[in-house]
């Protein structure tokens, strides 16, 4: 398939069946839901580099390229799209895009928002058009780029994307530090507010949530992840300055793990949100908290009184979480998120149902509600009239 056969198909049913169009890349990110008459739209075949200079740093391909497939091309010339995703080797660069995906690194580098500089799409009557183009610094017209990262393909289908691109680090390390309590955490938190280091990573896992990299000093406690990259000997400096900053607070163990070492623990932290979905976790429930990092901890002590496996970008405010497999009625989720969704209500936070039964009437987002709906809305009109690509 080409991008012009995709506008020539999304062209004719516009016209004629009408019907309306899920867009899908490789899968990753699909909600359990039930949507009628709908036709899917795979895009994985849209998979080729259309161009890539190395020198400049950027690179333009099409959406359907797998994040795997990307990483190994960039590998080659020694660069890399800092953005952490789980299951790479099927997730495409257009779903990424789409959900603006982010993980542990998202303090230290940024969002999809940040590396977008070009893009293709086609809208709901099969118009080709494009934003940015292939040098970092354009700012010519609207930033359509930032409109349709994160859109969830309701506004048009990511065709193709230019990127810009970071080097490779010459090494990475991860510092794992455990607590007892909540507001020991919290004190660690405040004081790499104003630590001499510059973390890549700042995660927190709780108590009910164990990395296996980390699980021999974790034991039940909460987990501190910090993650450093750059320069060797600046990433060593960076670790040993951490732990001597940390000491006050009384950890009750820290693990320092470098280079190869701390790729699994990198790995594990990309892939939390994937584990309560595996047949051995048997979590009914993934959900995802969006609020400010002043009260992701008071969040985080809320999801783990409720038994809740949990893990958060302490620097961003995000949260992942996983509900107990003994819940297994709605009726049943629904008390266990109440005083969850209660307290992102309380701030103008969000909270997002990532995957859930399908027969459960459980609301998709809880909070959210912003001051732009009605320009969204708007925008939504102009490139989708006949509402085809609309849940």
């Not at 603006?100 to 070009?118: E, F, K």
């Amino acid at each position: 398939m080409t991008q012009a056969e995709l506008a020539e198909f999304v062209m004719a049913n516009s016209t004629n069946a009408r019907r309306r169009l899920l867009c899908v890349g490789g899968g990753t990110a699909c909600r359990d839901t039930a949507i009628e008459d709908v036709i899917e739209v795979r895009l994985d075949k849209l998979n080729r580099v259309i161009d890539y200079p190395a020198r400049d740093m950027t690179i333009t391909v099409e959406a359907g390229i797998r994040m795997a497939e990307l990483t190994r091309i960039l590998n080659a010339e020694n660069q890399r799209l800092p953005i952490d995703v789980p299951q790479a080797e099927q997730a495409t660069l257009g779903g990424v895009i789409a959900t603006n995906w982010s993980g542990p690194r998202r303090l230290g580098c940024g969002t999809m928002r940040d590396y977008v500089i070009g893009i293709s799409a086609i809208d709901a009557t099969g118009r080709r058009f494009s934003a940015g183009g292939r040098v970092v610094k354009n700012v010519a017209g609207y930033d359509i780029c930032k409109l349709l990262v994160g859109s969830k393909g309701e506004l048009a289908i990511i065709s193709q994307v230019t990127l810009k691109l970071r080097p490779r680090p010459e090494t990475s390390a991860l510092v794992g530090l455990t607590f007892d309590s909540t507001r020991q955490v919290e004190a660690v938190l405040a004081r790499l507010l104003n630590s001499a280091t510059r973390p890549m990573a700042i995660e927190v896992v709780n108590p009910h949530a164990t990395l296996n990299s980390l699980a021999e000093v974790q034991s039940k406690r909460f987990l501190v992840c910090v993650g450093y990259e750059g320069a060797t000997h600046e990433v060593q400096w960076q670790v040993e300055s951490l732990i001597a900053e940390a000491q006050p607070f009384e950890p009750r163990s820290a693990k320092s793990l470098f280079g190869s070492d701390a790729e699994p623990a990198w790995a594990e932290l990309t892939d939390f949100v994937l584990s309560g979905a595996l047949p051995s976790a048997r979590s009914p429930l993934t959900f995802k908290a969006s609020l400010p990092p002043s009260r992701t901890m008071e969040f985080l002590q809320l999801a783990t009184a409720a038994g809740i496996s949990a893990k958060a970008h302490a620097g961003n405010g995000i949260v992942l979480g996983h509900l107990p497999g003994n819940v297994t009625a709605a009726v049943q989720a629904d008390a266990v998120l109440k005083p969850l969704s209660e307290l992102v209500n309380s701030c103008n936070g969000s909270l997002t149902v990532l995957r859930s039964p399908l027969d459960w009437p459980i609301a998709p987002q809880v909070g959210g509600v912003t001051a732009g709906r009605e320009w969204s809305e708007r925008i939504q009109q102009q490139l989708d009239p006949l509402g085809l690509f609309r849940r």
